[in-house]
């Protein structure tokens, strides 16, 4: 909801608000998560194994170019994330 709300509160400056919801991505966050969460967390997505940097990149790529102009106020989830 808080993307949303941003988006409209923010369009009249020419500012897009949106949000990206990652599925598991090792980090300092979840290095220290035990395997059998993490496991867990996996087989909740679609895509059944870590997000890698490399996933990363097409849909940011997309997000800050011109060619997402009209795109406001959306969540994009990565890895089919349930």
């Given at each position: 909801q808080l993307t949303r709300t941003l988006s409209k509160e923010l369009s009249g400056f020419g500012i897009r608000v949106n949000n990206l919801v990652l599925p598991l991505y090792r980090s300092s966050l979840t290095r220290t998560l035990p395997q059998e969460i993490k496991q867990k967390m996996i087989e909740r997505q679609t895509i059944a194994r870590p997000c890698?940097?490399?996933?990363?990149?097409?849909?940011?790529?997309?997000?800050?170019?011109?060619?997402?102009?009209?795109?406001?106020?959306?969540?994009?989830?990565?890895?089919?994330?349930?």
């Open positions: 890698v940097f490399a996933d990363l990149i097409g849909p940011l790529k997309f997000l800050i170019s011109s060619q997402s102009a009209f795109v406001t106020g959306e969540t994009l989830c990565l890895g089919g994330v349930q």
